[in-house]
T-cell receptor, first 112, second 115 residues
């Protein structure tokens, strides 16, 4: 079993839809959770960063963490064609080193 | 402010050749790392460094060497290229804010093909 699982998609939705992207993980020691967006042939860029459980909102994006279920989600409201990208979840145990663990990514297409 | 700069952007190598992928950051970040990204595998950590003169292995270190002589630069060396090293390579840097090691800032990637 991979440490972080993510449905690879592709996921196609119409413009304006609410998108739900999810990751599950097996290591209960993970405390820091991140979502990255990666456009084709570009490096990943950070979207959301949360610590421990709970929700965090930033504009059209909401990140949720449920540590009891080892499950994290990213919601995109009013999705736009410019949101078409691959979304990577990442997580980390502690505050040292570079021990980020990434999911394989979900490819999202928002159709105009 | 250029962020994280990787060179070259594209490279084709023959099996057995060696090369160095360059990575430089101008944000004075302590932490730097190298990942490879393969379809369906996500980003996998190759090597990382927590400061000048300090490096350590990640998940997939075999066939790669690193050194960190300055804060700014973190080159990745392929010793004897193999087709299994065909991948997209990303360099990243991050910094500590109090007790938190913040998110990684990524370069634009190097697409490497080994034939």
């Amino acid at each position: 079993q991979k440490e972080v699982e993510q449905d690879p998609g592709p996921l196609s939705v119409p413009e304006g839809a609410i998108v739900s992207l999810n990751c599950t993980y097996s290591n209960s020691a993970f405390q820091y959770f991140m979502w990255y967006r990666q456009y084709s042939r570009k490096g990943p860029e950070l979207l959301m960063y949360t610590y421990s459980s709970g929700n965090k909102e930033d504009g059209r994006f909401t990140a949720q963490v449920d540590k009891s279920s080892k499950y994290i989600s990213l919601f995109i409201r009013d999705s736009q064609p410019s949101d078409s990208a691959t979304y990577l979840c990442a997580m980390r145990q502690g505050n040292y080193g570079q021990n980020f663990v990434f999911g394989p990514g979900t490819r999202l297409s928002v159709l105009p | 402010n250029a962020g994280v700069t990787q060179t070259p952007k594209f490279q084709v190598l023959k099996t057995g050749q060696s090369m160095t992928l360059q990575c430089a950051q101008d944000m004075n970040h302590e932490y730097m790392s190298w990942y490879r990204q393969d379809p369906g595998m996500g980003l996998r950590l190759i090597h990382y460094s927590v400061g000048a003169g300090i490096t350590d292995q990640g998940e997939v270190p075999n066939g790669y060497n690193v050194s960190r002589s300055t804060t700014e630069d973190f080159p990745l060396r392929l010793l004897s290229a193999a087709p299994s090293q065909t991948s997209v390579y990303f360099c990243a840097s991050s910094y500590s804010r109090g007790e938190m090691n913040t998110e990684a800032f990524f370069g634009q990637g190097t697409r490497l093909t080994v034939v």
